[in-house]
């Protein structure tokens, strides 16, 4: 997705651990935070000085590899072969952290004041009250088996629309949502294949979260319906935009034929639909319970 991954967050932990080894865990956390908000990048971030090796294996090195110089958060791993373990952060994935450390030095600074309480450093995200416009990325196959695979090749490649999407004029943000929701859907027309295509989840075709079992609804459909079951995760990016005139085709056109030219794809039983939604529009399932009118209330203030 472009953000950190767990390596990442471990060696910078470390760092600062090897920074202050005497301190308490409020202070470590503290620290950390001020640190990698003020972190001037691209300056990496070691744990100790790169090893060389007669083994010939390719360690970072921008002054060599011309590609390593692109690295905009680069965070380096300590065992020989050294790479970088954040070669994906694009520049709307570095506004995002950047924002959201800065977010937690202010936290942290309040508390330490004794004028908030540590739950407040790990409260819940607000991604889909924070913005006004989302894409939605709707995955979807005919087996499971097919899906697991069909899913993990497109979140993989969502770092490429995101990177597209960083040369669109007027858009200031895009920032996806690390996770995505999944759902069985029992389609027994054409109709309803395309409403789950649409990101249209009908109550009478999604399997019921205590597991995958028909709803009563379609548990009365003749014996002779052809009942498809269909797979389907869905990914949101939230978009930040400077002005109405915002034109995203070419991004979305791209990624979707990165990712449909995977040699495993198939027409007949994979699809994927991008589509530009309002907050408004976003389904209850992103939400929890009564959390769903109060989301939209604060972004209409």
């Not at 470390?14 to 865990?25: F, K, V």
């Not at 506004?95 to 936290?107: D, H, Q, S, T, W």
């Not at 995101?162 to 999944?182: C, M, T, V």
């Not at 939230?238 to 109405?244: A, D, Q, T």
Request: hydrophobic share 40%; charged share 20%.
């Amino acid at each position: 997705m472009g953000f950190f991954g767990g390596v990442a967050w471990a060696i910078l932990v470390a760092r600062i651990c090897q920074l202050y080894p005497n301190a308490i865990a409020g202070a470590i956390v503290s620290r950390f935070f001020r640190i990698i908000y003020q972190w001037k990048w691209p300056h990496p971030v070691f744990l100790k000085p790169i090893e060389d090796s007669p083994l010939n294996f390719r360690v970072w090195n921008p002054k060599i590899y011309h590609d390593d110089l692109f690295h905009l958060m680069p965070i380096i791993t300590p065992a020989y072969p050294s790479t970088c373990a954040t070669h994906n952060v694009t520049q709307f994935t570095k506004k995002i952290m950047e924002r959201e450390f800065g977010r937690a030095v202010e936290i942290m600074d309040h508390i330490i004041a004794g004028t908030r309480k540590w739950s407040d450093l790990f409260a819940k995200h607000n991604f889909f009250g924070r913005y006004h416009y989302y894409l939605q990325i709707i995955i979807l196959s005919d087996s499971s088996e097919k899906h697991l695979k069909w899913t993990g090749r497109v979140e993989s490649r969502i770092r490429y629309l995101i990177s597209k999407l960083e040369k669109i004029e007027n858009l200031a943000l895009a920032h996806p949502f690390a996770k995505g929701f999944n759902n069985i859907h029992h389609c027994i027309n054409d109709q309803m294949m395309k409403d789950v295509m649409h990101g249209i989840i009908d109550s009478t075709s999604i399997n019921d979260k205590n597991n995958f079992v028909l709803s009563q609804n379609l548990q009365h459909v003749s014996d002779t319906a052809t009942i498809r079951v269909i797979y389907t995760t869905t990914f949101y990016i939230g978009l930040e935009i400077e002005s109405k005139q915002l034109n995203i085709t070419w991004p979305t056109q791209e990624f979707i034929k990165l990712v449909k030219g995977w040699d495993k794809y198939d027409e007949k039983s994979m699809g994927i639909n991008v589509r530009y939604v309002k907050s408004a529009e976003l389904p209850s399932e992103v939400f929890n319970d009564g959390e769903h009118l109060l989301m939209h209330k604060n972004i209409r203030s």
